[in-house]
C-alpha cells in the first residue's frame, strides 16, 4: 500500500479540503493501492509567533522517508523559518514531491495558470469595456499565486501602453477588509474613479463593493469590479461577482495523475503542470445578469447553516462538560458524546506523558516549575488515552512510537488527517483522525481541537496550581531537614488525628523524644555530625512507627510521634527499638558518639477527657525526668 504525505497549511481557520477530494476521488476511481495523510496547520490564524510556530510543528510528525510521494500546499505559511527547515525536510527524501499553488524550490508545480487567467480577466475589461484605468488591489507581495497575477496585470498593461502607477497598486491580504480599507484609501487620496478594480479575490471584491456604498458610489454603475476563485458568495452577491473559476478539486485530481503516471508509466513528471479555469463575467463588471440557478447553492448553505449550528450547540455542551472534569482523561471521555456529527471512520488523541506530570501530588521536597514539553518535534512516546474506531469494540493501545504501523490502513482510498495540540508553544500531541473528508468539508476541525485544546490546557494548569500549592504548604509545615511535620504543621495534623482517634474509641501514644548532648556534638565533632544525629531520629521513628502515624521534629532536638497503641508493652517495645536503631546507626556510620535519646511516653484513653496539649505536657515531663536521671548518673 502506497502512502502520500499532503503538508499544508490552511487559510486562517479554514482548512482546504479541495486538494484532499481531488486526491482521494481519483484514488477510488483507479483503484489504486494509495492512502492519503495530511498533516495540516492553521499557522497563519492567530497574531501569536509561538502559536503558529507550534501549528507548524506538525509537519515534524511525519518520517518523510516513510512515504512514496509527498505533495505540499505552503502558500499560506507565514514563518520564512518553516518554509526553509521544511523545504530541506522534503528534499532529503527521494521520492517524487508536488508542490500545490506555488513554484516552490525545484518542486514539480501543480495548479492553475495564474499569469494566463489575470491576463484573461483583464483583457475582457479592456476590449470589451473599454477600460483604460485600473486599480489593483492584490494580495501578499511574497505569494506565489500574487506574484503570477501581478506580473500578467503589469505585463498587459505595458504591452498595451497603458498608464500603469505603482500608487495604483495595492499589496495586502486576500481578506475582505483588504478591499475595504485599499478602496477607501485610493478614492479619498484621488477622488478620481478608475475605469475598473481589479481584486486577487472575491472577498476582496466585494470589500471593494461595500466601500464604494459608504461614498455613494455603485458598481457597476460607477466602475467595474472583478474578483478570482469564483466560491459561492460570488454569484450570491449583488452585484454577482465578475470572477475566474478554478475547480481546486481538480488540482489534487491532476496531482494523483501525475505520480500515477510516474509510478506505472516511468514518466517524468513536467516542472509546471496546470489544470482548466474559466473565466465568468457577470454584472459587476457589466455584462449582461447571467440567470444562474443558485437555488442548489442556497440550499446546500441553508442546510449547512443549520448544521453548523448544531455542531457549535454540541461543541459549547462539549465544552461545558470538559470545564466540569477534574483531569485529563476525563476531558478526553467528553469527546465521544460529539463523535456522530463528525463522521469520522477512527479517531485516536495522542498526548505527551508530561501532561500527566501534575495530576499526583509527589516529591514533598522540591518544587516543579516548568514540564519542558518540546518546542520542536514530538516525543518518541506518546500516551494514547482516546482511541475510537467505528468497526471495532475495544483497543488496547495505550502509547504509539510515531505514526506507523499505527495508523496503516489495509483499505486503499484512506484519507487520514492529523491535526496538533499545543499550549502556545509548546507541543502536547495530536489528534488523528481517519475518515476525515466530511468534518473537513464541513469547517468542523478548527472548532473541535480548539475545544479540546483549550480543555487540556484550563486543566493542566489547573493541576498545576494545585501541585504548587501543595508543594508550597508541604514546604510550610514539613521540616526541610527530616521531611516530617514541623510545629506547625502538628498543630493541624496532630490535632486532626488525635481528634479523630478518640472519637473512634482509639488510644493513642503520645511519645516525647529528645536528643542527647546536640550542643555537646555540635560543638565538639561539628554540625555535620549534629544533622546525621537529628535525622537518625526521624528515621528511627520512620522505621519502627506506623504508616499512618504522625512525626514531627518540634525544634532543634525535640520530637514527638503519635500513633494508635493499645498497651504499655507495646510502648516499651517501640522505645527499645528506637534505641537500639540509634546505637547501630552510630556503629555504621562511625561516629566518634553513640547517638542517645531521652523519651517519655504516654497513653491517651478516649475515655479519659483530656486535651492533647495536656498529654503532651505529660510526656515531656516523663521525658525531662529521664534526662534529668542521665546526668545524675553521669
Given at each position: 500500500m502506497?502512502?502520500?504525505a ?9 482548512i ?6 481531488g486526491?482521494i476521488?481519483r484514488?477510488k ?13 492553521t ?14 510543528n506538525?509537519?515534524?510528525l511525519?518520517?518523510l ?5 509527498i505533495?505540499?500546499?505552503?502558500t499560506?505559511v ?12 522534503v ?16 518542486f514539480?508545480y ?11 480577466s483583464?483583457?475582457?475589461l ?10 489593483f488591489i492584490?494580495?501578499?507581495?511574497d505569494?506565489y ?6 506580473r ?6 505595458h ?14 491580504s ?7 480599507d485599499?478602496?477607501t ?14 481584486c ?9 463593493c461595500?466601500?464604494?456604498?459608504e461614498?455613494?458610489?455603485?458598481v ?6 472583478t ?10 452577491y ?5 470572477t ?14 501525475l ?6 508509466k516511468?514518466i ?5 503542470n496546470?489544470?482548466?479555469?474559466t ?12 440567470s444562474?440557478?443558485i ?17 457549535s450547540?454540541?461543541?459549547m ?5 470538559m470545564?466540569k ?5 476525563d476531558?478526553i ?13 477512527a479517531?485516536c ?11 499526583s501530588k509527589?516529591?514533598t ?5 516548568s514540564v ?7 516525543p518518541?512516546?506518546?500516551n494514547?488515552?482516546f482511541?475510537y474506531d467505528k ?6 493501545i495505550?502509547?504509539?512510537?510515531g505514526i ?5 490502513a489495509?483499505?486503499s ?16 500531541g ?9 468534518m ?5 476541525t478548527?472548532?473541535?481541537v480548539?475545544?479540546i485544546?483549550i ?17 508550597l504548604?508541604?514546604q ?9 511535620y514541623?510545629?506547625?504543621?502538628y ?8 481528634n479523630?482517634?478518640?472519637?473512634m ?12 548532648r546536640l550542643?555537646?556534638i555540635n ?35 525535640e520530637f514527638?510521634l503519635?500513633?494508635?497503641c ?8 517501640l ?26 511516653s ?8 483530656k486535651l492533647l ?8 515531663i516523663k521525658?525531662y525526668n ?8 553521669r
Amino acid at each position: 500500500m502506497r502512502k502520500i504525505a499532503l503538508l499544508m497549511d490552511g487559510w486562517g481557520s479554514f482548512i482546504t479540503t479541495a486538494w484532499s477530494i481531488g486526491i482521494i476521488n481519483r484514488i477510488k476511481e483507479t483503484n489504486e493501492d494509495v492512502n492519503l495523510y495530511v498533516f495540516n496547520s492553521t499557522g497563519n490564524w492567530s497574531n501569536d509567533v509561538n502559536y503558529n510556530m507550534a501549528e507548524y510543528n506538525i509537519f515534524r510528525l511525519p518520517d518523510l522517508k516513510s512515504f512514496d510521494a509527498i505533495i505540499l500546499e505552503l502558500t499560506n505559511v507565514s514563518e520564512k523559518r518553516v518554509l526553509e527547515e521544511t523545504v530541506k525536510r522534503v528534499k532529503e527524501v527521494n521520492v517524487p514531491v508536488l508542490s500545490i499553488s506555488e513554484v516552490l524550490a525545484d518542486f514539480k508545480y501543480v495548479g492553475v495558470d495564474n499569469y494566463s487567467a489575470s491576463v484573461t480577466s483583464i483583457e475582457h475589461l479592456y476590449n470589451i469595456h473599454n477600460c483604460r484605468s485600473f486599480y489593483f488591489i492584490m494580495g501578499p507581495k511574497d505569494n506565489y499565486e500574487n506574484k503570477e497575477r501581478v506580473r500578467g496585470i503589469t505585463e498587459f498593461m505595458h504591452s498595451h501602453n497603458l498608464d500603469f502607477s505603482e500608487e495604483n497598486l495595492c499589496y495586502d491580504s486576500f481578506a475582505f477588509e483588504s478591499g475595504y480599507d485599499n478602496f477607501t484609501r485610493l478614492y479619498n487620496a484621488n477622488k478620481n474613479l478608475p475605469d475598473a478594480v481589479v481584486c486577487v479575490n472575491d472577498d476582496v471584491a466585494m470589500g471593494v463593493c461595500e466601500a464604494a456604498k459608504e461614498f455613494g458610489l455603485n458598481v457597476p454603475r460607477d466602475f467595474l469590479v472583478t474578483g478570482f476563485d469564483n466560491f459561492d458568495k460570488a454569484k450570491f452577491y449583488m452585484p454577482k461577482l465578475t470572477t475566474t473559476q478554478v475547480v481546486r478539486e481538480n488540482i489534487g485530481y491532476k496531482c494523483m495523475d501525475l505520480l500515477c503516471d510516474y509510478w506505472h508509466k516511468n514518466i517524468e513528471i513536467p516542472d509546471k503542470n496546470y489544470i482548466d479555469y474559466t473565466f465568468l463575467p457577470r454584472e459587476s463588471c457589466g455584462c449582461p445578469k447571467h440567470s444562474e440557478d443558485i437555488s442548489v447553492a442556497a440550499m446546500e448553505q441553508m442546510i449547512y447553516l443549520m448544521e453548523n449550528d448544531k455542531f457549535s450547540k454540541d461543541i459549547m455542551a462539549m465544552s461545558a462538560r470538559m470545564g466540569k472534569c477534574n483531569n485529563v482523561n476525563d476531558i478526553i471521555k467528553c469527546i465521544k458524546r460529539v463523535l456522530p456529527l463528525l463522521k469520522c471512520d477512527a479517531m485516536c488523541i495522542a498526548l505527551d506523558p508530561k501532561i500527566y506530570r501534575y495530576s499526583s501530588k509527589v516529591d514533598t521536597h522540591t518544587i516543579t516549575t516548568s514540564v519542558d514539553f518540546k518546542v520542536k518535534g514530538y516525543p518518541n512516546l506518546l500516551n494514547v488515552p482516546f482511541f475510537y474506531d467505528k468497526d471495532a469494540e475495544a483497543y488496547d493501545i495505550t502509547s504509539i512510537r510515531g505514526i506507523f504501523p499505527t495508523f496503516e490502513a489495509d483499505v486503499s482510498g484512506q484519507c487520514m488527517l492529523f491535526l496538533p495540540i499545543h499550549f502556545g508553544k509548546l507541543t502536547v500531541g495530536f489528534i488523528a483522525v481517519r475518515g476525515a473528508l466530511f468534518m473537513m468539508l464541513k469547517q468542523y476541525t478548527f472548532t473541535f481541537v480548539n475545544a479540546i485544546q483549550i480543555a487540556l490546557e484550563a486543566e493542566f494548569y489547573r493541576e498545576k496550581i494545585d501541585y504548587m500549592n501543595h508543594k508550597l504548604k508541604q514546604q510550610s509545615i514539613m521540616d526541610f531537614m527530616t521531611g516530617i511535620y514541623n510545629r506547625l504543621g502538628y498543630s493541624e495534623a496532630g490535632n486532626e488525628y488525635f481528634n479523630k482517634a478518640m472519637e473512634m474509641g482509639r488510644k493513642v501514644l503520645i511519645m516525647y523524644l529528645d536528643l542527647d548532648r546536640l550542643k555537646y556534638i555540635n560543638d565538639n565533632f561539628g554540625h555535620e555530625n549534629g544533622d546525621i544525629a537529628i535525622t537518625s531520629i526521624s528515621d528511627a521513628m520512620r522505621e519502627y512507627s506506623d504508616v499512618s502515624s504522625v512525626m514531627v521534629r518540634m525544634g532543634g532536638d525535640e520530637f514527638i510521634l503519635l500513633q494508635e497503641c493499645t498497651d504499655e508493652s507495646e510502648v516499651n517495645r517501640l522505645e527499645m527499638n528506637i534505641r537500639n536503631y540509634l546505637k547501630e546507626k552510630s556503629a555504621v556510620k562511625g561516629l566518634p558518639f553513640v547517638i542517645d535519646v531521652s523519651i517519655g511516653s504516654v497513653i491517651a484513653d478516649p475515655v479519659v477527657e483530656k486535651l492533647l496539649s495536656e498529654y503532651e505536657r505529660e510526656a515531656e515531663i516523663k521525658m525531662y525526668n529521664e534526662k534529668s536521671s542521665k546526668k545524675v548518673m553521669r
